[in-house]
């Protein structure tokens, strides 16, 4: 999984894992962190759209673009992703998720 030092750290503190910096390396700590990341997103965010855009660009950027008109009308949901790398990621992670739905 693709994070940084600051969201492994996060992450570690946040459900006490005792990860050390290096453990950022170790593939099982890894995908752990990863996926409780994303576990946390999902507990904030509630949209699959969103949480993946969260994940590429940042909460703090996706707390923006929720309370901006241009990019959502509830709050809630995005409809526009300002940034055109996480439109891109977005659309290739929920492409390969709707693949590999259906096998």
């Known amino acids: ?17 005792s990860y050390e910096k290096e453990d950022i390396f170790d593939k099982i700590k ?7 990341y994303i576990e946390y997103l999902f507990d904030k965010f509630h949209d699959e759209y969103t949480v993946v855009c969260a994940y590429n660009a ?8 929720l309370t901006d008109p241009r990019y959502s009308s509830d709050g ?11 439109a891109d990621y977005v659309k290739k992670v929920l492409f390969f998720k709707r693949f590999y739905d259906r096998l």
């Open 30 to 36: 890894n995908v752990n962190a990863g996926c409780r």
């Open 1 to 17: 999984m693709q994070l940084t030092d600051a969201t492994f750290g996060f992450v570690s503190d946040m459900y006490s894992l």
């Open 58 to 65: 940042g909460e703090g950027n996706v707390k923006k673009w």
């Open 76 to 86: 809630v949901t995005l409809y526009f992703v300002p940034f055109e790398e996480t």
